[in-house]
């Protein structure tokens, strides 16, 4: 997605919120190869790279005016208003193309248990996992098949069939999702429940 952005020169709370009355959003650019440099986008420019989708997980085509030639980058970090939640200022980081990065990609979870059909529930533990690979291989989300669970089963990080050149850098085989015995774990915290209640009594 394309990106436009401005040098900008003061610092500040003062001409921060200036800026922000005028629909700017002050942003700064920085990498591993890359001094930092504080920039101004218009808040318009930004907003369709806010629809759909993780903010985060998307690759920006950045022009800043008054530098030479496009930038590959991706937000790195929002600052918001702690009570309005408005956009306050921005982390742009540079990428290299030909290296590696994480990024966290959402878990979509597709199908029917089949301990769900039998009265249990699927519980999702990790709605999102950190993955390795090219700025341009960052995968929308990662789609788990659950149809194969029974009550009592789980899927874990080691499962995962992904596509070539991207990888979870995890040093822990977790868990990912599983499939709770709803009516059983029910009638079990139901028991827990009544016999601390006898103990209080």
């Known amino acids: 997605m394309n990106l436009k952005a401005t040098l900008r020169e003061t610092t500040g709370n003062g001409p921060s919120r200036v800026l922000r009355r005028d629909g700017k959003i002050p942003a700064i650019l920085y990498g591993p190869k890359t001094e930092p440099v504080k920039l101004t986008i218009d808040k318009l420019d930004l907003e369709p790279i806010f629809k759909g989708g ?51 990609v959402p878990v979509v979870a597709t199908g029917k248990a089949k301990g769900v059909e039998l009265g249990g529930m699927l519980q999702i533990i990790r709605r999102e996992l950190e993955v390795l690979c090219l700025p341009d291989q960052i995968p929308d989300s990662i789609s788990i098949d659950v149809t194969d669970l029974n009550m009592g089963e789980s899927f874990h990080v080691q499962d995962l069939q992904l596509a070539e050149g991207i990888e979870v850098p995890a040093d822990v085989n977790f868990t990912i999702l599983t499939v709770l015995g709803g009516k059983a774990e029910s009638a079990e915290g139901e028991d827990e429940e009544e016999e601390s209640a006898e103990a209080e009594e």
């Open 54 to 104: 993780s903010v985060t997980q998307k690759l920006l085509n950045l022009e800043v005016s008054g530098m030479d030639g496009a930038r590959k980058t991706m937000i790195k970090e929002m600052q918001r208003h702690p009570t309005s939640k408005h956009l306050l200022h921005l982390d742009l980081y540079e990428v290299s193309m030909g290296h590696k990065i994480k990024v966290m």
